[in-house]
């Protein structure tokens, strides 16, 4: 038998007083999609870095068709064909969609051919992955989900051997993590050995054909996909039984309409949206890309504004030309891209904490440190905000907890109204578990929640009511009894 | 059993930051914590180098020599410290100083002090106000904006003197301010020491200066946590604005003079003083403390190379490599600079 296409000998990667990972060995033949599952913090992180020559291991060796090979550096990766999708966007904004895929890579030709030449090879892989998208375009117009796509064709250009995937799907929809899963399927079936990390199981366990799971550092166990359920494999993530998609729910008695919208639109984005939520209860809000539902939300935080129709809040018609006019009126919004819209990274975990809650922290216009210390702790308590201290900056949390502040933050704050838009995203089990079941709560404390996701069955788990937009219009209204993801799924394309 | 779990799994998420940080270098230039010692380091060789070179060199007098001459210069490195920290910048620091300086020169005639300081320092603080108004209301970046108002202050300065220096000799307390001091100490040195005081309180103490960070940090975020973003940047303008007029003032008293062309590119100096200072460009970094450092390090420089009878232009050579040698070496540690 030939040997494996990669193969990770008995890494060990140790920093001081941690150990990183210790004797990892694991190997990837061929047409094969193998699977790497674990916990934040488990070591995937270090893992993907010593694949793609970011950290040297202390010892230990990567094979790559049986040769041993030093991966210093991730060009040297490159070069032997071994291609990381960055979970992480690395792209140039100002720069078109086909100049993205090929940065450092151009074809050389006649200037005026380049151009068009680019535009065709990138037009090539998006077809690829079936992904409909003009790489004239330029990248910082393009949505966070085609911006990931766009990420996913760029290792695709490089003619990898070797994919590694490292949360391909954090930001895209059902529909079409269905069309990456088959843009796998395809490049596995050409051969490649596909990595693939992700915190999405449900997908794991659609692609693998072999799975490896990690925990504090060490390989638990290397699996066969077939055969093995997820709770199975979360029982081996975590070390316990922890019953997957488990959203917490629980009955509860809902009182008056707290946020209420009568036919608003804007003009070529959305329009006749009408929706209430009553204190105590969970409203979601479902839709393909495109559908906007963010914008909607958007208009409710008065981070955008609407022509036509009002919004109410606890019965009074509301003028809302800002979000610190949303605030003012109770209500909180927890952004999805937590990086660019719901932390401050370079500050620390209790000036985020504290964010929203300034002005009622000043005596005299300084600082009540004790009693902001005391809040920030209480929720760092609450959450389980796994935390250094207040002092530790938020870049420096994982995604779980980062998300855990952006919802701490508006739990200080107290208003009666929270707007969700994705709070599990890129959010690893335990944390995702910890995070519903906050939202549960903070329904049955009586707080009128409306609620996004990228992930239907959490929202169905999850939600009292859920109404449906496709194309800027309400096309579909169930209530819990009525759930059935069949019936929603066609109303996103009504 | 569980509390243990958490424990280790908290050590291995900062361990994964770790090496996220190792691998994405940029992020460095919002915490150039290393270059902070470098600069104290630097401040004391010269403090020692400075003893060394002329025996009375920490002598009372020469201290004040020194903190005076710097006082101008730190004054405005305060307004642009907080306007840096922003994310912004203030290029028309200069032209303020003399727009304002010259508006409350044209009220000399009147004999009244009050009406002549107060003219001044509200001048910068309108102007001040306005930058802060056409960047933080109206969208145009501070570059602009900022080089704009430089060029118009200027202008409107000379139409409104006349193109002739204005002497404030008539009005003692103006002077004062420029000449006088407090139990033995010169006044500008008091307003550096009491402003900067203030300046590190207003930064590290108030609500005001978390909002402050957090506009520079992540001024959408901000925005969406109920951040009054405007109001931040308009009011850090007008401090800037003030500073500047303030700084003017000290000058022009100490000369008993007000130059319709001075303060030519003290906005350069001023910048370099704040970004030795520790302050990123990008925003959400810096602090006065860094910048009072800076500026008792630029101008111990300045003081020492004048003892030693070195021209002003070869000063100034220095004063940019002794910038580039304390901004370097924090920035290698970090891998910033390859």
């Known amino acids: ?494 | 059993m569980t509390e243990k779990v958490g424990e280790h799994v908290m050590t291995m998420s900062t361990l994964e930051t770790q090496v996220a940080s190792q691998a994405r270098p940029p992020d460095a230039w919002r915490h150039l914590s290393v270059s902070e010692t470098s600069r104290v380091a630097v401040l004391i060789a010269l403090l020692i180098a400075g003893q060394a070179i002329t025996p009375s060199f920490l002598s009372l007098a020469n201290i004040h020599v020194i903190l005076l001459a710097v006082a101008a210069i730190g004054i405005m490195a305060y307004g642009m410290t907080l306007v840096v920290i922003t994310g912004e910048i203030d290029l028309s620091i200069a032209g303020i100083a003399i727009l304002s300086c010259i508006a409350g020169g044209l009220m000399i005639p009147t004999g009244s002090a009050a009406l002549v300081i107060g003219t001044t320092l509200l001048t910068g603080l309108a102007i001040g106000l306005i930058n802060g108004i056409l960047v933080a209301a109206l969208g145009i970046p501070s570059l602009i904006t900022t080089l704009g108002m430089l060029g118009i202050s200027r202008a409107l300065a000379n139409i409104f003197s006349g193109g002739q220096a204005l002497y404030p000799e008539p009005i003692a307390a103006y002077l004062w301010l420029g000449r006088g001091d407090l139990v033995g100490i010169p006044l500008p040195v008091v307003l550096l020491v009491v402003l900067g005081a203030a300046a590190i309180a207003l930064t590290k103490y108030s609500i005001f200066g978390r909002a402050l960070y957090a506009t520079g940090g992540n001024v959408k975020a901000a925005a969406l946590s109920g951040i009054n973003v405007v109001g931040v940047r308009a009011v850090v303008f007008a401090i800037s604005g003030a500073c500047a007029a303030l700084a003017g003032m000290l000058e022009s008293a100490r000369l008993s003079y007000i130059n319709p062309a001075g303060f030519e590119g003290m906005e350069l100096s001023v910048l370099a003083v704040t970004v030795l200072g520790g302050a990123s460009l990008s925003g959400g970094s810096g602090s006065i403390t860094g910048t009072v450092v800076a500026a008792l390090i630029i101008g111990i420089v300045n003081n020492l190379l004048n003892q030693l009878g070195v021209s002003i232009y070869l000063q100034q050579v220095v004063t940019a490599a002794v910038i580039l040698a304390v901004v370097m070496p924090g920035m290698w540690q970090r891998g910033i600079a390859k």
């Open chain 1, 1 to 494: 038998m030939s040997a494996p296409l990669l193969e990770v000998k008995s890494i060990r990667k140790t920093y001081p007083g941690v150990i990183a990972l210790s004797d990892v060995t694991f190997d990837l033949k061929a047409g094969e999609v193998h699977a790497v599952v674990g916990e934040n913090g488990a070591g995937k992180s270090t893992l993907l870095s010593v694949m793609n020559g970011l950290v040297a291991p202390d010892s230990g060796e990567i094979r790559i068709d049986g040769q041993p090979v030093v991966l210093n550096d991730p060009t040297v990766a490159l070069a032997n064909r071994l291609a990381l999708v960055h979970q992480e966007l690395v792209l140039c904004p100002n720069l078109s969609v086909a100049e993205n895929i090929f940065l450092g890579r151009e074809p050389a030709g006649r200037l005026g051919k380049t151009r068009a030449m680019l535009n065709r090879m990138a037009k090539d892989l998006l077809d690829q992955i079936h992904v409909n998208l003009d790489p004239s375009r330029a990248v910082g117009e393009l949505s966070l989900n085609e911006q990931q796509i766009v990420e996913i064709c760029r290792a695709l250009a490089c003619r990898p051997r070797v994919l590694v995937f490292d949360e391909p799907t954090a930001s895209l929809n059902d529909d079409q993590v269905v069309h990456l899963l088959a843009v796998i399927r395809k490049l596995k079936a050409n051969g490649l050995g596909i990595v693939y990390v992700s915190h999405r199981l449900s997908e794991v366990m659609q692609i693998s054909d072999r799975v490896t799971v990690l925990r504090d550092g060490s390989v638990v166990a290397t699996r066969d996909m077939a055969g093995l359920n997820e709770a199975a494999l979360v029982a081996l993530m975590v070390g316990r039984e922890h019953k997957p998609g488990q959203s917490a729910y629980k009955e509860r008695r809902c009182g008056d309409v707290a946020l209420e919208t009568k036919a608003i639109g804007k003009a070529g984005v959305f329009d006749d949206i009408s929706l209430q939520v009553r204190t105590g209860e969970i409203v979601g809000i479902a839709g393909l890309l495109g559908c906007q539902r963010e914008a909607v939300v958007r208009a409710i935080f008065g981070d955008q504004s609407i022509d036509r129709g009002e919004i109410r809040v606890q019965g009074r018609k509301v003028q809302l030309r800002s979000p610190r006019d949303a605030i003012a009126f109770g209500i909180g919004f927890m952004p999805a891209d937590r990086k660019r819209e719901g932390l401050i990274l370079p500050m620390s975990v209790g000036d985020n904490i504290a964010m929203t809650i300034l002005r009622r922290l000043g005596r005299l216009g300084f600082m009540k440190r004790r009693q902001r210390n005391a809040t920030a702790n209480s929720l760092v308590r609450t959450l389980a905000i796994k935390t250094n201290g207040l002092s530790q900056l938020a870049s420096q949390l994982s995604g779980g907890n980062q998300q855990k502040i952006v919802i701490g933050k508006w739990i200080a704050r107290g208003g009666d109204i929270v707007i969700a838009e994705d709070p599990t995203r890129g959010v690893d089990v335990g944390a995702k578990f910890e995070i519903w079941r906050t939202i549960q709560d903070l329904a049955e404390q009586g707080k009128a929640i409306l609620l996004l996701t990228t992930e239907l069955q959490e929202m169905m788990d999850a939600c009292d009511r859920i109404l449906v937009m496709s194309r800027g219009r309400v096309t579909g209204h169930f209530h819990r009894k009525d759930f059935s993801a069949e019936a929603i799924a066609h109303c996103f394309v009504a």
